[in-house]
């Protein structure tokens, strides 16, 4: 008797990719992700070479690649390409680097709504958008951590 279920256990577990536990607006955006990762690097490779790009990220933005505040959007846009590359590519620390990429999305868009506006004149108060995505990409990666370890 418990061969036979161990045999009918067998068809009853099916094997998805942790692929397909993700939304389609979440692999659009590991797409989006992926590549700004990879302009994110030639960014910094341009500012060495003294071009200036236009880089703009949560509301932070710069003239100047070797700024620090270039560097910061940089390091977070190149950590947003890492991120999205391992959840795309299903591996084991992508929720947990998923789930960083969330909160340091989420902390710089709530400095840049409640902290800047004391330290910039002229500064236009404004709700980052950012965090519509940003809340539901949080609690879609808590939502779908149990499977994806499984």
Same mark, same amino acid.
């Given at each position: 008797?418990?061969?036979?279920?161990?045999?009918?256990?067998?068809?009853?577990?099916?094997?998805?990719?942790?692929?397909?536990?993700?939304?389609?607006?979440?692999?659009?955006?590991?797409?989006?992700?992926?590549?700004?990762? =990879?302009?994110?690097?030639?960014?910094?490779?341009?500012?060495?070479?003294?071009?200036?790009?236009?880089?703009?990220?949560?509301?932070?933005?710069?003239?100047? #690649?070797?700024? =620090?505040?270039?560097?910061?959007?940089?390091?977070?846009?190149?950590?947003?390409?890492?991120?999205?590359?391992?959840?795309?590519?299903?591996?084991?620390?992508?929720?947990?680097?998923?789930?960083?990429?969330?909160?340091?999305?989420?902390?710089?868009?709530?400095?840049?709504?409640?902290?800047?506006?004391?330290?910039?004149?002229?500064?236009?108060?404004?709700?980052?958008?950012?965090?519509?995505?940003?809340? #539901?990409?949080?609690?879609?990666?808590?939502?779908?951590?149990?499977?994806?370890?499984?």
């Amino acid at each position: 008797m418990q061969q036979l279920t161990d045999f009918l256990n067998q068809f009853e577990t099916v094997n998805i990719s942790r692929r397909q536990l993700l939304p389609w607006w979440m692999k659009f955006f590991c797409w989006l992700f992926m590549i700004f990762g =990879v302009a994110a690097i030639v960014c910094l490779f341009l500012g060495l070479f003294g071009i200036s790009e236009n880089l703009y990220l949560y509301g932070f933005d710069t003239n100047e #690649p070797l700024s =620090v505040t270039g560097l910061i959007i940089i390091i977070v846009g190149a950590f947003k390409g890492v991120a999205a590359f391992s959840l795309w590519f299903e591996k084991d620390y992508a929720i947990i680097l998923g789930t960083i990429d969330a909160i340091i999305g989420i902390i710089m868009c709530v400095i840049f709504m409640t902290v800047l506006p004391f330290f910039i004149q002229n500064f236009h108060h404004t709700i980052r958008l950012e965090l519509l995505l940003l809340i #539901p990409y949080l609690i879609k990666l808590n939502s779908i951590q149990p499977e994806w370890k499984a």
